[in-house]
């Protein structure tokens, strides 16, 4: 997918007090609006700010839901049908906008973090002062004569008139209070200032906040709301809150206390999300973080195709096409559609990445203030006695955004969190090897972890012997994320260790444990040298094995491994033939790719005993002629060159099917080469 306009994605909720009413009958009008008051009289006001403002629309609602009752009953009781004026129906669809109006204002208000609104408190004071002048201007020019209204409606008309009249925008000197003693705060932090407990709280009692579980849900409203804004001083502005009420939490509660089944496992985010294929690298197989365009139209992820051409490639990696140039178009509408598809699945993605894209802002000076001084805390208070809260709420930051893994890393936790690495405490250990591997998404701190004494030994021998599969994977996935960098690439794959640890995870582990070891296998099997060594721990019999349950990750590594291996990884993977022909019939576009492609690079190093293997597949020509008409463009290709192969076999032409490359690479065995660093 090469999407090159640029667009912005539209914001998730709907503007305060904005509703579109649609047309209907008078009959069906009078009862719609009657219905329409008695939802917004039921609502409750808000409780804690804007309490009066919501009431006082509310109770107005009431009067009304009285007059449109008494409208409903005659209507009901008349034997002729009634019928308005167009004034009055005018009128009463005025009045139909006007109460979905009021209604959504307050859902949404009930819905919207309350610091939000609090810092907003005039602009949405404004909101309720506004929507109250328009039911003013509706009942002025309403033809109440017409209704043939019994006097005490008449009157409750008059009374209500008045009181919209006489309305005035105003804000409560409670609420007002409140909000200086937030900006006092957050202005006292520029100066580096720490806020008083007492004062915090002050501020969170009397916004309703009583418990940790409270204030939890109000960061989730506010990150809600840093999505939803889209000029750089409110998202500013509303980073800075989520470092104000984080800190309080830590401050007035204490660190959290681990959940048996915490819901922000990267696996629930990552591993078992069912990501869209044009949203993954034609490299990798992983999620694009920053998608960009190559001069043949192909779009790859950034890291990938910058290693792909610093390696000495000219040509497009999918296509196979020469690049014209080098330059690299940033795909902003993809990266764009990457972001909102994240967001809808409750997926981070890194907001603070670049200077460019969808959610891409510079955190501003009291965001990072807040965040330093709860890191702070936190190592502070980094004891023996409640270090699994510690590390579990330093793992939970470290989820949150670059600016706190820098804060954490810059703070010294890495050498603090290493020692909890080999934990006999399963929870302690999960917390401490996730906190690492959050860490490591930030460029910088990959040198920080890997040059840490201990650290990277610490995280291999979770691999290798982890409590749980699930600290065994975010092992794995640590090491994928440090490979990052070529020169950790080489460094980790003369590991034994990491090698058989890899390979022994992608054989007995789960699910989703399995996907992280092959990935992180896939990242490794970049570098050519490594390859010989994943071949002789069995990573060819791991992938087959996981064909059926991973189709995607399996057959990606097994191409890799075949395309850098030489003729030994064809030897490993001759028994896979069959089960990549099965792939090429039934798989997914990406998948049947990689296994046609997979099998054009064996057949070419194989010979004629391996085309002949595949050409024993039953009804093998028919799946790969309808691959040449329905697959994607590099897998006809391939299925071409796969036909071509069979037909050359089938007329008994070996001197093609025999011929091995003499370029591809006979790795050597490790007695004779090389000695692998444990």
Known sequence: MAVTLEVSPARKRRPLGYHDSPKMSDSKLTRSLFLA?????????????????????????KILSTVFEELLLRSDDDDIMVVYSQSAQLCFEELQIVMQRMKTLIEDCSRSSKLWLLLQIENVAFSFHDVVTDL??????????????????????????KQCSDSIQFVEPRDEALRRKVTDTIDGIKHQISPNQSRLVEIFNGLGFSDSVSLTDEIQRLEDETHDQIDERSKSLAASLIGLVRYTNCVLYGPSTPSAHPDFRRHKSLSDANIPSDFRCPITLELMKDPVVVSTGQTYDRESIDLWIQS?????????????????????????????WCRDQKIPFEIYEDGGGVGSFAPCKEAVEFTRMLVSFLIDKLSVAESNDVVYELRALAKSDSVARACIAEAGAIPKLVQYLGSKSSSLQINAVTTILNLSILEQNKARIVETDGALNGVIEVLRSGATWEAKANAAATLFSLAGVSAYKRRLGRKTRVVSGLVDLAKQGPTSSKRDALVAILNLAAERENVGR?????????????????PEEAVAVVEAVVRRGGLMAVSAAFGSIRQLGEIMREGADTTRESAAATLVTMCRKGGSELVAEMAAIPGIERVIWEMIGTGTARGGR???SLMRYLRRWAAGDSQETTVVETQSIVVPTPNRIFNPVS
Not at 39 to 45: D, R
Not at 534 to 550: M, Q, S, T, Y
């Open 37 to 61: 008051c008695q939802e917004v009289s039921y609502m409750q006001p808000l409780r804690f700010i804007l309490r009066r403002n919501s009431l006082s629309i509310i109770r107005k609602v």
């Open 136 to 161: 003013s201007t509706v009942l002025d020019i309403l033809p109440v004569k017409e209704f043939r209204l019994s006097d005490d409606s008449q009157d409750l008309i008059i009374l209500l008139r």
């Open 312 to 340: 000495g490639h000219s040509t497009c990696p999918k296509t196979g096409q020469v690049l014209k140039h080098t330059n690299l178009i940033p795909n902003r509408a993809l990266k764009n559609l990457i972001v909102m």
């Open 534 to 550: 994943f071949i002789e721990a069995g990573v060819v019999e791991a992938a087959r094995d996981a064909f059926r349950e991973l």
């Open 638 to 640: 391939k299925a071409a």
